[in-house]
């Protein structure tokens, strides 16, 4: 059973079982509370008005591009596109022109034991060519949290979805004590504005996670996935595990948290594309044609 309640100008859903309870709101198609036996495992904020007045993406499904496009531009088929940038000169998480996606309020559907959220993105929105239908779907199966991407367009664009939740499993407050393993052998070197400059092996390196241990020190940065899982996560007396088919995966240890939580309060993991692929042709495609279905997923398992 999914429940609706009224959350300030915008609603909240619970979707729960025997092992989860999770609660979403139309307001970002944020993924506001996750609970596993009894106890939070994400941060988030009290009311929507947190969620409005804060750029930490708490929660939320960013898009149409998660992560960074450098310069704020690109080329599509022949034709330049200049995007609005809010990281200095690059874009973020598909830019916050007007209302970024992570602050509009989502139509909501209750399907079964589904919960859908649908977004209209109009053609130039933020700078992206092609009117884009997006829905995120969240469902429970046992201790698993799965979310379903899609993705439309009426015209060439670049689409590339992810949901930005930060994770604490223990309640501590201290991501950098949380155990993490990665299923990636290389991962995207950054610059000083985090875009990506090459991809390096990670053995030899700090950033090599293929063995469980302490996350340690800051990161920032994207990893190659090399197979199922993408990762597993372990703090305290929970373990989480990824699985996903997107093809790397953002680690972000929150050092610029901001507001009632502090930094490196909780790590977040993004499954997603590269960052900048659109200034990239060597990195896997997020082109959107139309006629062309996106679907990607994601999973959370928790033990």
Not at 45 to 74: H, M, Q, W
Not at 164 to 169: E, G, K, N, T, V
Not at 230 to 243: E, F, K, N, P, S
Request: aromatic share 10%.
């Amino acid at each position: 059973m999914i429940i609706k309640e009224i959350w300030g100008n915008f609603s909240l859903f619970t979707l729960e079982n025997e092992f989860l309870r999770v609660r979403v709101s139309d307001l970002g198609a944020t993924l506001v509370s996750l609970q596993y036996k009894g106890q939070e495992r994400v941060i988030g904020y009290e009311t929507p008005e947190d969620y409005l007045a804060s750029n930490d993406f708490l929660g939320a499904t960013v898009g149409r591009y998660a992560n960074r496009i450098a310069g704020a531009a690109f080329t599509l088929d022949g034709k330049r596109y200049t995007l609005t940038a809010n990281e200095g000169r690059n874009q973020l998480h598909g830019g916050t022109a007007g209302l970024p996606h992570n602050k509009r309020r989502w139509e909501a559907a209750i399907e079964g034991e589904r919960l859908r959220f649908s977004l209209l993105s109009p053609a130039g929105d933020n700078g992206f060519p092609g009117e884009l239908k997006e829905t995120v779907c969240y469902s429970l199966s046992g201790a698993t949290l799965r979310l379903d991407f899609e993705g439309e367009c009426d015209a060439l664009t670049h689409f590339a979805p992810t949901n930005h939740s930060y994770f604490d499993l223990s309640g501590h407050g201290k991501c950098l004590d949380a155990v993490l393993q990665l299923n990636a052998v290389s991962y995207l070197a950054v610059d000083g504005e985090n875009i990506p400059t090459a991809v390096e092996a990670v053995e030899g390196t700090r950033f090599d996670f293929r063995e469980a241990r302490p996350i340690g020190e800051n990161y920032d940065h994207c990893f190659v996935l090399a197979g199922e899982p993408a990762c597993v996560l372990t703090d305290g007396d929970c373990r989480m595990t990824i699985r996903t088919d997107f093809p790397a995966i953002q680690v972000y240890t929150g050092s610029g948290l901001s507001g009632s939580h502090r930094p490196n309060a909780a790590v977040a993991l993004e499954p997603e594309f590269y960052p900048d692929s659109p200034n990239h042709p060597e990195y896997p495609s997020t082109v959107l044609r139309p006629g062309e279905v996106f679907r990607k997923y994601i999973e959370y398992r928790f033990d």
